[in-house]
């Protein structure tokens, strides 16, 4: 398999899938790892994750520069991944000897009842390539401090970082028995849904999550998916800096080259500031500079994909077509490596796919809007449910629309972001369950309910 780097377009590393016997293998393996894992305490093995973290910042710049060559992710944007990861690891510390300590509910009378959370077992990992630290260690790490085994297959554009974390997690005290990566494109992560896992967590894109739904339905086992948006942004005519407005709207659009679940899809803005937020969101998308993902001034770096590129050409053709106004970008850069300029349309309408479908690139649309019930009625018209946001200076005006919101997350005045303190889930199209959290922490064991009488 070879690992190309989307910058470059040059091979930058072979890699040799696992076969199936290999996924048996490592089953196995974790099998008979999973169960004296789980016996040793939670605050031993929370050490071992502590430890993993503390490799990772001691080695972030090299780790860094391995998640660009293969992601091509601007390699700042890199280095805040890796150190803004790390909040997981800390609110584990906190919280998981809470969240997973045994529950004494009745201890008095005749009867004792006791709540007792036990892991789930080896559970699968099938992650992305978007943001692998932030996705990946919302399940494998909570996985193992709960006192699963983990088998986790990275997106085949990021298996060098999955590749890291098996050796670093092993550094830590993580026996090589207890957590192995396998690699390999679709075909690998098809095995492990014919594995007898104990649990599957996927992250990606709706499609596969719902097939994935649809293979392991019958086995009757927990499953989790994080899978995509279309999330709106509105912006109201309060705000209390337009261009200041402009400007988060536009990172919370355009960072990491708008390849995140929860990227600004699609804005629609109060009519009486359309012209001055267009003008000042255009201004700021403009001054980005693209480029070499190796350079940490560049700010958009190229697509991960190659083939991105065919569903924001077909976006955009779509939307002229149909009436929108190209301010900035609209097409593939020429030469070398797979970029695409920072594109805004403007004038659009739901008609037009750019503000139905999920773009997944630098693409973004805008729309003017009457009233914050037009507003509403737009940001719901969508099959997914992850995040919705508005920036606003009247809290009870936001909350009004925010409460009208069908999804996992929403945000005033701000946007593009997750905490490990509250639930991160999606609802619809996006997916089933929740990570972070104390819920997040509880996704991976089971409890089971003792009554006992002395």
Known sequence: MEVR??????????LVPDTKADVAAKWEALQTGQKKWAKRSINDRLACIQRFGELILENKRELAEILTSETGKPLQQSLNEI????????????????????????????????????PLGVIGNISAWNFP???GYNVFLYALVAGNAVMYKPSEYASLTGKEFEKYLHSAGVPE?????????????????????????????????QHIAQTI????KPLQLELGGKDPLYVMDDVANVQQAAI?????????????CCAVERIYISQAIYDSFVEAFVAEVRSYT???????ETFVGPLTRKQQTEVLDAQVADALDKGAILLAGGKAREGTGYFYEPTVLANCDHGMKVMQEESFGPIIGLQKVGSDMEAVELMQDTPYGLTAAVFSGDEVRAMAVLQEMNTGT????????????VPWSGRKSSGLGSTLSSQGIRAFVQPKSYHLRP
């Open 5 to 14: 780097n989307p910058a470059t377009e040059q091979i930058i590393a072979v």
């Open 83 to 118: 150190q803004g990861a790390q909040n997981r690891i800390d609110h584990l510390e906190q919280n998981a000897v809470r969240w997973l300590s045994d529950e004494v509910l009745v201890d008095s009378g005749g009867t004792h009842e006791r709540i007792v959370y036990e």
């Open 133 to 135: 630290y932030n996705v």
């Open 177 to 209: 028995d207890v957590f192995q990566c396998v690699v390999g494109t679709g075909a690998v992560g098809q095995l492990l849904l014919e594995t007898d896992l104990d649990g599957y967590f996927f992250t990606g894109s709706y499609g596969t999550g």
């Open 217 to 220: 339905a019958a086995k009757l």
């Open 248 to 260: 988060n709207a536009a990172e919370g659009a355009f960072y990491n080259n708008g390849q995140s």
């Open 290 to 296: 693209m480029g070499d993902p190796m350079r940490l």
């Open 410 to 421: 929403v945000y005033w005045n701000c946007c593009d972001r997750v905490s490990p303190n």
